[in-house]
């Protein structure tokens, strides 16, 4: 009967501890995918409000070289920007790491950035490589008044860079894959027991990135299994050795070893429960510092 009793409170210590899992412990996690979607959808944001400037929209180059610079300062994985008027000729360009040209004057009709834009009258998204690197490419009409189109402005991203400004920001170990191709590491030396999840970014369809499975509920889950398992043969070995009556005015064996074994169980919940409750408010507050730094002014 004692055997029974504690396979039955061990069974409903398990669902208990499932279901405070579950429900009771708020769910402060923010995944690396949610961060890293939310940076992208940053800076794409970011370059449509560039585009729809009155200065962008303009032919004079003074303006728009300042608002080129003001961007490269702001967003550090921007490493190209370029406006072309409506006959497919840059007017203003500026490269990450190059001098500033005052006066340019190259054609880019053929280049498909330029050519979907004007075909479609919509935005570009696409992606290429350079030197080993891969840049995003977003490009979009320029309409001015009359709904007359002006030409088309492009932006290209370094997507490393993207991902090396993330890492700067969180200690959790993360792989980037780009068409299955591993893209940028950061601390991982997992083989197993990850998650991978696709990333929305505006370009590219096939890039997933690569998680940790947390650690602190797997390692819950065998402490507790662990714990069941030598609390019940414990409390079986009294069940086994005597059945013989308790004297007057002492308690029986049984309910002593039934007692304990409900306080152990109610113990280990307890403690496991709040050694995840603070992993997850880490996990959280880890994430709201990231997101300040990327979305406070320069």
């Known amino acids: ?41 940053v800076l794409k944001k970011d370059f449509d409000k560039l585009a729809s400037s009155k200065a962008i929209k303009n032919s004079r180059t003074g303006p728009i070289n300042g608002l ?23 007017i203003s360009e500026l490269v990450r790491g190059e001098m500033l040209k005052k006066k340019v004057h190259r054609k880019v009709g053929n280049e498909d950035w330029y050519s979907f834009v004007v075909k479609n009258k919509r935005a570009f998204n696409g992606i290429s490589e350079e030197n080993s690197r891969y840049y995003l490419t977003w490009s979009v009409p320029l309409v001015g008044a009359k709904k007359r189109s002006t030409g088309v402005m492009v932006e290209k991203i370094d997507l490393w860079e993207c991902f ?9 170990p993360y792989l980037v894959r780009l068409e299955k191709k591993s893209l940028y590491s950061h601390e991982w030396k997992n083989e197993s027991g990850f998650f991978e999840e696709p990333l929305t970014i505006p370009g590219t369809e096939r890039i997933t990135i690569l998680t940790e499975k947390p ?13 069941v398992q030598r609390v ?3 409390a079986a070995a009294p069940a ?22 409900l306080v152990i169980i109610i113990g280990i919940i307890v403690a496991l429960l709040l050694i995840i409750f603070l992993f997850r408010f880490y996990t959280w507050l880890n994430h709201k510092f990231l997101m300040h730094s990327i979305n406070k002014p320069d």
């Open 215 to 227: 650690v602190v509920a797997s390692h819950a889950a065998e402490t507790l299994d662990v714990s």
């Open 68 to 90: 080129f610079v003001a961007s490269l300062k702001k967003h550090l994985p921007i490493s190209y920007l370029a406006r072309a008027n409506a006959k497919g000729v840059i």
């Open 232 to 234: 019940t043969s414990v």
């Open 164 to 172: 090396h400004m993330l890492s700067k920001e969180t200690t959790a």
């Open 1 to 41: 009967m004692l055997l029974q009793a504690t396979k039955k409170t061990c069974m409903l210590g398990c669902l208990a501890l499932t279901l405070s899992l579950l429900v009771s412990v708020p769910c402060f996690s923010e995944s690396m995918k949610d961060t890293a979607n939310a940076y992208f959808s």
């Open 240 to 261: 086994q050795v005597t059945a013989e009556k308790p004297e007057k005015g002492q308690k029986s064996p049984a309910k002593t070893a039934k007692n304990r074994v």
